[in-house]
């Protein structure tokens, strides 16, 4: 494998008492698309600053390409930043603010023209260049804000939240452009989100951080479908979780107990997960009404307490006899279906154990 | 713990900078402090200590015109200061909720007053008043009227800048709940809009307060040749060589402003009293 | 807002006051000074008011000029000296702890409202013959002189001390009027500090840009309007000022305020005066129409 193209190495940021970012270590590979995903106060956005230059390191190394970037100022490193209120200079046109950062490396004349048309082309703002930033939209705004970023050509790009300030609509059309630059461009790209389905469509690998920590790294499909914490599965789309009572580990398997499920054996997402909760997406669990089990499927008898209808999918809320409440959801594939149980009726919701997995609660 | 470094934008770890500060303070601060500390000082002549003493501060208060002039200069404080409330009050409610002809005329020219040289003003209002035949002779208080209305013409433009600073961040919508909940239009206004406006009026009037008890060249244009007030009685005292009676009667208009100041400031604080 | 036709009462009540007392204590006056800048002295007490534009004529006057061109001098140099002294203080405390700011700001806003007269009367004790300054040098001489007995060079710093003339000049003045109005110009530059978007500067460096290029080409063009807020509060009262120049200056240190004082107290040629009073007005509104393009053209960018 080559090399990483970003070394974080055992970084620690305090902020007086409080570790914003704790002992994080990540290594991000040429050409990836990295988000760093978790809620607000979780550190991803120092991470972040510290990458750009904007925030020292109390402990640990940045590597940059081989080279150690933790003392280098910002204007100073090959890395360059889309921020989230873009940060575009007010006072100067879009082509000047393009143009800025290559001017200050000295390039003029014929080049710097060539490089700005170059840029500009590329978000589709060859059109814009002599207007003033408080004559674009914010996805024009955001525009300029990358292109004078990519115009520097730099080894890493670093997004901070870049879609947060966009509407639903312009963000999604956004999402796709760019996955659409990053593939044109080649650089790796470094996104902050808070956004979990943002990330996940847009990464090719994610780093979930919570109070200072990276909880896990792996691909989208890994996060969600194997989660080693509880708060990833729980922070990663929607999840039933159960306290369960772990009898014993073997390997990749734990054999557990729930008043519900009985002892049943289940995947362990890690090996170092002893105790914990088991948790089931709501979308792997069936709400059955009559045919018989599949192949190994567990079935509860349950209430159906309530529908949450959202066109494309609904969501069941039950409630099993001992008070256990878990949500399944369903595609409503087919328009002339008679719509969701009411609520009120009882129900059968058929939980298969592969579906299960034993996740830690640290 | 270990500091960190400083990153790029903490301008104020860098060490010219808080020199810089720390240089311009003492600039702005060693003159008044050296006054005030002088005023204690058991000496006439001598910059140097020689102990401490309250002497020149009795020995003001026995000054029987420096005392009439303060008198004076407070009396003039207190009037201008409740005049200056109402108008530059009602001013700015009046400018904060209605559009009428002329509006943008009436915001202009209100604001004049603050940024028109002081001496244009003074000389305007000695001549204005020696024009329309004002007499000096008259009975106190009346014979500070003249004084009392510059102080006002100068000072409730900067009241209604605080109350309508005060005023940009109310909600209306909370004058529309009032009138929701039943409430009129004057019960609204007594209930809802001046409890709002309540800590811009109150800084408001402290700062005309300050203002008036700062002001010498409106005073000095506008004072008749027998109305002594604080300001001109000092500038007298002063033009005749400083003396620590100056100091120790400076040292306590110094001591009001910094109370009212402070007062003002806290009271100025967005974060205080907003529902 | 509501149009004033929904409620005229209401209208009249609220502004009529601060209108009427605007029109009769600050705008009449002027206008009478402003009439009398046309008018001629006749006889001790009265004055004639022949339209004529011989006050203006003599104010500017090469007896005058050189005092218009004096005062302009000084309120610019000392104007100049009070940016350059603000402008690390503003962005010193725009980037100070939310802890500090209130106490800096407060520092700043003390001065502002501490009596002018006393302040400056505070600066006549610092820089007098016998004042603080030369006090200190006079303590700094003795211990040089005494640091040098040994080697036999005790006379190179002279005989003995001689203090320094620092006040009754053109210097003294410069000094009195950046001491009193140096707050005037840190609060606009602060205020338009604070509104800027600290990611502006991030970005700045970010593409490379060094921390002098990004203070010239990033934070200053956009403190612009407070820059230019801070030269109109500084320059238009220096301009005016004559308490400042009456106590600190010399006889050759007259500004056109002492010379308006002068006119309308002691020498009573009101029509000269008055028509000075309009040459600062006229200057004043000049400043305030330039500052207004500013904001205009600043608020054009949002």
């Keep these: 494998m080559r090399p990483p193209i970003v070394s974080i190495d055992g970084v620690t940021k305090r902020f007086g008492e409080t570790a914003a970012v704790d002992q994080v270590s990540i290594d991000i590979q040429a050409n990836e698309f990295f988000a760093l995903l978790g809620p607000s106060g979780c550190g991803k956005t120092t991470l972040l600053r510290m990458l750009a230059g904007f925030e020292t390191p109390n402990e640990g190394r940045i590597l940059i390409d081989g080279d150690d970037m933790t003392r280098v100022p910002p204007n100073r490193r090959p890395v360059n930043m889309v921020f989230q209120s873009y940060a575009v200079f007010p006072h100067m046109t879009v082509e000047a603010n393009v143009a800025y950062g290559l001017k200050v490396e000295g390039i003029g004349g014929a080049e710097l023209r060539r490089r700005v048309d170059e840029a500009l082309a590329m978000v589709r703002l060859e059109n814009f260049r002599a207007r003033k930033p408080d004559q674009l939209s914010g996805g024009q705004r955001q525009r300029v804000a990358l292109a004078r970023a990519l115009i520097k050509r730099p080894k890493v790009l670093l997004l901070d939240e870049p879609l947060s300030a966009l509407d639903k609509k312009l963000r999604e059309q956004m999402q796709l452009e760019l996955v659409r630059l990053q593939h044109e461009v080649g650089i790796t790209f470094v996104m902050v989100t808070h956004d979990q389905e943002e990330a996940l469509s847009m990464a090719n690998r994610i780093a979930v951080m919570d109070h200072g920590r990276v909880l896990q790294i792996a691909d989208p499909r890994t996060l969600y479908e194997h989660p080693t914490h509880r708060f990833v599965a729980e922070f990663i789309g929607t999840v039933n979780s159960l306290d369960v009572e772990v009898r014993s580990v073997d390997g990749p398997h734990a054999r557990i107990r729930h008043p519900l499920l009985g002892e049943i054996t289940v995947e362990r997402a890690a090996p170092d997960v002893e105790r914990g909760v088991v948790v089931a997406r709501p979308e792997k669990l069936r709400l059955d009404f009559s045919a018989p089990p599949v192949d190994g499927e567990i079935l509860l008898d349950a209430v159906v307490e309530q529908i949450a209808y959202y066109g494309d999918l609904s969501f069941v809320f039950v409630r099993c006899p001992d008070g256990t409440a878990l949500q399944i959801s369903r595609y409503n594939v087919n328009r002339q279906d008679k719509g969701d149980p009411a609520a009120g009726s009882l129900c059968r919701v058929g939980i298969h154990p592969d579906d299960l997995l034993l996740v830690g609660t640290g | ?275 | 807002m509501q149009s004033w036709r929904e409620s005229p009462g209401v209208v009249v009540v609220l502004l009529a006051p601060a209108v009427l007392w605007l029109l009769l204590f600050f705008l009449i006056p002027l206008g009478f000074i402003w009439v009398i800048s046309f008018g001629e002295r006749a006889g001790p007490v009265a004055i004639d008011i022949t339209w004529t534009l011989a006050n203006y004529r003599d104010a500017i006057d090469p007896l005058y000029l050189g005092l218009f061109t004096r005062s302009l001098r000084i309120a610019a140099i000392s104007t100049v000296i009070a940016l350059v002294i603000a402008f690390p203080v503003a962005f010193a405390i725009t980037f100070a702890s939310p802890r500090l700011k209130p106490i800096l700001l407060l520092l700043v806003i003390l001065p502002f409202f501490t009596n002018m007269l006393i302040r400056t009367y505070a600066m006549i004790a610092v820089l007098r013959r016998n004042g603080y300054v030369n006090f200190s040098l006079e303590q700094l001489w003795e211990a040089g002189a005494f640091a040098l007995q040994p080697f036999g060079l005790a006379g190179m710093l002279g005989e003995r001390f001689v203090p320094l003339d620092l006040l009754y000049n053109n210097t003294a003045v410069v000094f009195g009027i950046v001491y009193v109005y140096l707050p005037f110009m840190v609060l606009p530059l602060y205020a338009s500090l604070e509104r800027l978007d600290r990611s502006l500067l991030e970005a700045s460096l970010d593409l490379g840009a060094s921390q002098f290029r990004t203070f010239f080409f990033v934070t200053v063009p956009l403190a612009v309007p407070g820059i230019v807020s801070g030269i109109m509060l500084v320059f238009i009262p220096a301009m005016g000022t004559f308490l400042i120049s009456d106590l600190l200056g010399g006889p050759s240190s007259q500004l056109i305020g002492n010379v308006i004082e002068r006119q309308f107290k002691a020498a009573n040629n009101w029509p000269l005066g008055a028509a000075m009073s309009f040459l600062l007005l006229y200057l004043t509104f000049v400043l305030l129409v330039l500052r207004a393009w500013f904001e205009k053209r600043d608020r054009g960018r949002g």
């Excluded at chain 2, 409330?85 to 202009?108: I, K, M, Q």
Aim: net charge positive.
């Design chain 2, 1 to 275: 713990m270990a500091r960190s470094r400083p990153g790029p934008l903490d301008y104020t770890r860098r060490w010219w900078l808080r020199f810089w500060l720390l240089a311009t303070f003492v600039f702005l601060y060693a003159p008044i402090v050296i006054l005030v500390v002088f005023s204690f000082n058991d000496s006439r002549r001598n910059i140097v200590w020689q102990g401490f003493t309250t002497d020149y501060y009795v020995r003001a208060l026995n000054n029987l015109s420096l005392l009439e002039a303060f008198g004076n200069s407070l009396t003039i404080a207190l009037l201008s200061t409740v005049i200056s409330t109402v108008l530059g009050g009602l001013l700015a409610l009046g400018l904060y909720r209605f559009r009428f002809p002329g509006r943008s005329s009436v915001e202009a020219a209100s604001a004049l007053p603050i940024v028109v040289p002081e001496i244009c003003m003074g000389v305007a209002l000695l001549v204005f008043f020696a024009e329309i035949g004002w007499r000096p002779g008259l009975p106190w208080p009346l014979s500070l009227a003249n004084i009392v209305a510059g102080h006002v013409a100068f000072s409730f433009p900067f009241v209604a800048v605080v109350v309508r600073a005060r005023l940009a961040g109310f909600d209306r919508a909370q004058e529309e709940a009032s009138k929701d909940l039943g409430a009129s239009e004057w019960q609204t206004f007594r209930y809802v809009t001046l409890p709002f406006m309540k800590p811009g009026l109150i800084a408001g009037a402290l700062l005309a307060m300050t203002l008036s008890l700062d002001d010498f060249v409106i005073t000095f244009f506008t004072s008749g040749p027998d109305t002594l007030t604080f300001p001109v009685k000092v500038y007298s005292m002063v033009r005749f060589g400083a003396t620590p009676e100056v100091n120790a009667a400076s040292t306590v208009l110094i001591a009001v402003t910094v109370l009212l100041t402070i007062l003002a400031v806290r009271l100025q604080r967005p974060d205080k009293g907003v529902a």
